[in-house]
């Protein structure tokens, strides 16, 4: 038997990003967008609550922040590099599809860890093999192969698995 | 209003108006789809977050009071443009679309779409 405050408030966390986020969309903390966002935070949860599938919550807090900053960070400078490709000679350009061995094989990490891989401009994820040991990405600029796998490695899916510790 | 302020926002325009651009300038340069896919979805991150943040500092001045929307926007962009560009190349794959001539390891495109692994003689 599941407690009460487990049923009234089925997903803690969505409850206060609903609230929150309901706030900053209407750019005020008056009592009565409070109000609304505390109904709508409270009402949405119950009714979606079924479609919920439970996934691994995160347990290092400090280094999800930390990893939010690295990806920002990477993505900034390497959005400065793929401008700089874009406008200088294309004949340098060696575009290539590479593979990606990967370690982890839960679903929310999988999609955290493609789209950081999306998300840091020379580097597209194209596809996942069906055993989720590959990952196909695609590279716009391919310097060195063993790099950039040790790079996606070291740099993104460590960090990730620490952050949910799995 | 502030004559700083009013540099900085510009400043802030022009730089993401200039990555927006070259963003759709690569659209046009480059050889193959795969490789366009990283023109948009890419230099524009950068070009909307540069707009983003002249359009927080702006309303917040004019208004008096902190604007925030944009966080929202950037959050939901950030969420939303790699599924795309995953799609996008997934489909690509899948149409079988052709690599430029000097693109490293297309023979992996086929295994790609078999989604099978890199080894695998299937």
Known sequence: ?166 | MNFYVELFVSILLVTGAGFVLIGSVGLIRLPDFYTRLHAPTKATTLGMGCLLIASMVLISFTKGAPSVHELLITLFLFITAPVTAHMLAKTALHYELGFTEKTKGKELAEKARERVSPADDA
Not at chain 1, 7 to 12: C, G, I, T, W
Not at chain 1, 92 to 108: F, R
Not at chain 1, 141 to 154: F, H, T, W
């Open chain 1, 1 to 166: 038997m599941k407690s009460l405050a487990s049923r009234l408030l089925p997903m803690p966390m969505h409850s206060v990003l609903l609230l929150v986020s309901w706030l900053i969309l209407n750019n005020s903390v008056s009592p009565g967008h409070i109000v609304l966002g505390a109904f709508l935070a409270f009402t949405i949860p119950l009714l979606v609550s079924g479609l919920h599938t439970p996934q691994p919550g995160i347990r290092r807090y400090g280094l999800a922040v930390r990893y939010a900053l690295m990806v920002m960070y990477d993505i900034v400078v390497a959005n400065i590099e793929v401008a700089l490709k874009i406008v200088g000679p294309l004949k340098n350009l060696q575009p290539a599809l590479i593979a990606v061995p990967m370690d982890i094989t839960n679903d929310l990490l999988l999609t955290v860890l493609a789209s950081t891989i999306s998300l840091t401009p020379g580097t597209v994820s194209a596809e996942l093999s069906e055993d989720r040991k590959w990952l196909y990405v695609h590279v716009l600029n391919l310097e060195d192969e063993e790099a950039l796998i040790r790079q996606i490695k070291q740099r993104y899916e460590k960090k990730l698995r620490e952050m949910f510790e799995c």
